[in-house]
């Protein structure tokens, strides 16, 4: 192209220096807990400075693999985040489909009703939520863990929206063949939303495994702690901890899986959430 | 028989079986959502509601109607009043901050070399990690004299520095990381509409001579405006509702410098227990959020007039 052979505008050469340094900037509180991760506390506390410099040591890590509740926590994170996000994808096509297809009376009114639930932030509900669960008993179990984040209409409303663009004469055929309507639903319509069933599994996914305040509130005992509430309950005492190291270690230990799946799918990642802010 | 049968249901199919008709049996595509819709959003939703005029005591199940009295005590409480005014401080010190660099950052790396997807995947990349870790991170950072801040600083001369524990940055410095967490998305949002800007107004803009600045003013911002304003009220919303890093980092003090309104009601509904207090709050931030999900819904219909 043409432009290839015009010299940058000084403008512009400013401009990418300063993103790539504020690049560095961005990166270097990463790079820095992972140096203290393999740092011995002892260490640290003799010398912060020692970051900088040898030995490393992968013993904050061996210790997470013995004295950490970190397994247990990934374990009830897997379970929640996992079920959640196949529950949210399933109900979400059904209803999707629903609104798009089954033109019952007040079809409208029903999904504008919906929708308005967007609206509805968590925080707004979350003490007579908690009420709730506490009348059922259900406070520190798994099912209070994964049902709130099934409530949401994000999913509804982009399945709903996918199905629609979806032109209707590719069902016709099977109607003739007189299937039912869940049949043509789950063998001509459904895998043709696989795309969007995708962007909407990883935003939950995504959603389930960060969140915060209701497994902050809902699980109580430490044995069904999430990963994000376990990690919050050890780290209280940072200012005063010596075990700076460890403490890095669990982060790193802890944040690694996601990064390493965002590395991968990362063309997927930014979509869904790109796509869940605008919706 | 079966015959019979088999084709008897045929014809009726066809006859009942139009396009547009519908059977009640399919309202089953619309009930598991509805269920978990009615029963754990639009049923908390009215409950809070009542809630909020009663005094309420969790532990001993029982309720009473106090009226407005929940309402009064939080509009006189000084501590509500200074988490509102904390949760618009943090607003301001965020919000701008989000479009203007995840623009600036867009601008400069929306190419196609290595580098800039390299450094694209970086700014994103803090986004999927949880508040918990996020929080972990910066709190090392910010402590005092063993911290990557402090130890900066300190080649500079400036000693003893706390800043978590100072009422007049703790809030400024909840704001960074939040930057820091977060610039990834408006950076993505930006990308996309740069990218959907034609390139031959750019060819255009070129032999007229136009200079990068104007180019810059009167082409790139111009076409993607909708988006520095959807991004700027997804941010707000965002933002409104700032919680967990400053419950992780401060706790709201110190001196309740940094108390948001979301940290105001999880305090009062689940520290002090006073549930029916925590509703009347939550309400307030029900209002503002339906306001600002308003303005998101207006800013959104006006894109399809273009």
């Known amino acids: 192209m043409a432009t290839r052979k015009m010299s940058k505008p000084m403008g512009e050469q400013i401009l990418v220096a300063s993103v790539v340094i504020l690049a560095i900037a961005w990166m270097v509180p990463l790079v820095w807990i992972v140096g203290l991760s393999l740092k011995s506390s002892l260490e640290l506390v003799v010398d912060p400075n020692s970051v900088f410099s040898f030995p490393y040591t992968l013993k904050n890590y061996a210790d997470l693999m013995v004295t950490s509740n970190l397994g247990i926590w990934l374990r009830n994170t897997l379970i929640v985040t996992i079920t959640q996000t196949v529950l949210v994808v399933a109900i979400s096509c059904l209803a999707g489909y629903g609104f798009a297809r089954v033109e019952f009376p007040g079809r409208n009114v029903v999904f504008i009703l919906v929708l308005m639930g967007l609206a509805i932030p968590q925080h707004a509900v979350i003490v007579p939520l908690h009420k709730m669960f506490n009348d059922w008993q259900m406070h520190n179990t798994f099912q209070a863990l994964i049902l709130p984040g099934l409530s949401g209409p994000f999913g509804v409303f982009l399945m709903t929206a996918y199905f629609r663009a979806i032109p209707i004469e590719i069902e016709e055929a099977a109607k003739l063949d007189n299937a039912s309507r869940f049949r043509i639903f789950w063998e001509v319509t459904l895998p043709l939303a696989v795309p969007a069933m995708a962007t909407l599994g990883i935003f939950t996914f995504l959603s389930a495994w960060n969140d915060y305040l209701w497994p902050l509130i809902s699980a109580t005992r430490p044995d069904m702690y999430t990963l994000t509430v376990g990690l919050a309950a050890t780290q209280t005492n940072i200012d005063q901890s010596e075990g700076l190291g460890y403490l890095m270690a669990q982060a790193v230990f802890a944040g690694l899986p996601m990064l390493i799946l965002y590395i991968f799918f990362q063309k997927y990642v930014v979509r869904a959430v790109a796509g869940a802010a605008i919706r | ?306």
């Open chain 2, 1 to 306: 028989m079966t015959d019979l049968a088999a084709s008897s249901r045929a014809v009726s199919g066809q006859k009942v079986r139009k396009l547009q008709t519908w059977h009640w049996t399919e309202l089953f595509f619309i009930a598991p959502y509805m269920v978990f819709y009615i029963a754990l959003l639009v049923y908390p939703l009215g409950l809070g509601f009542v809630m909020s005029f009663q005094y309420f005591d969790l532990f001993a199940g029982q309720a009473e109607f106090i009226g407005l009295e929940n309402y009064q005590q939080l509009f006189s409480d000084r501590i509500f009043q200074g988490a509102v005014v904390n949760t618009f401080k943090f607003v301001i010190f965020t919000v701008p901050a989000f479009v203007i660099v995840g623009l600036l950052i867009a601008l400069a790396l929306n190419r196609q070399t290595w580098w800039a997807a390299t450094l694209r995947t970086l700014f994103f990349a803090s986004n999927v990690l949880s508040v918990t870790i996020v929080t972990l991170i910066w709190r090392a950072v910010y402590l005092p004299e063993k911290g990557l801040l402090a130890n900066f600083l300190g080649n500079f001369g400036v000693g003893n520095l706390a800043i978590l524990q100072d009422p007049n940055w703790a809030l400024q410095a909840i704001a960074v990381t939040t930057i820091w967490w977060g610039i990834g998305l408006p950076m993505v949002l930006f990308l996309a509409s740069l990218q959907q800007i034609p390139a031959d107004i750019y060819e255009a803009a070129k032999l007229d001579n136009a200079s990068p600045w104007q180019t810059l003013w009167h082409i790139t911002v111009p076409s993607i405006w909708r988006t520095v304003v959807l991004v700027t009220i997804i941010q707000i919303i965002a933002q409104f509702q700032v919680f967990g890093q400053i419950n992780l980092m401060t706790q709201g003090g110190p001196n309740n410098s940094t108390r948001s309104m979301v940290q105001f009601i999880y305090e009062a509904g689940f520290r002090q227990w006073t549930a029916g207090f925590a509703s009347a709050a939550a309400q307030v931030l029900f209002v503002i959020m339906v306001l600002a999900a308003g303005l998101q819904f207006w800013a959104s219909r006006r894109k399809q007039e273009f």
